[in-house]
């Protein structure tokens, strides 16, 4: 999640730049934070797979819709409609049912 937030500032920061794109985007020091995030996130994914299982753990990465939207609006000031919370919430009870719940079907 921190790797999106770190992409927004850098895509603000290239859209306020008047230079070359590309340059501005290899420079931005939001960019560059967003790739070490991404590439921490990457290895950190890869721990919570070794202890738990697949059906479990990625539900939780759902968790990242309503964690940015929340970041939108408390950070970004971005508005957030009554039926982006309704889905959120949403969002909230299936991750919950999924995890929860351990009951097998076979």
């Known amino acids: 999640m921190l790797q999106q937030i770190f992409i927004k500032r850098g895509a603000e920061d290239l859209?306020?730049?008047t230079s070359n794109?590309?340059?501005?985007?290899?420079?931005?020091h939001w960019l560059v934070a967003a790739v070490i995030a991404e590439a921490l996130c990457f290895f950190v994914w890869l721990r919570v797979l070794a202890e738990?299982?697949?059906?479990k753990a990625f539900p939780l990465s759902a968790l990242s819709y309503v964690l940015i939207m929340a970041v939108a609006f408390f950070v970004f000031s971005e508005n957030v409609s009554s039926m982006q919370l309704i889905g959120s919430c949403l969002i909230l009870s299936g991750i919950w049912c999924i995890v929860a719940h351990p009951g097998r079907v076979r």
């Open 15 to 17: 859209q306020a730049s």
């Open 21 to 28: 794109w590309i340059i501005g985007m290899l420079s931005s």
């Open 52 to 55: 738990l299982e697949l059906s």
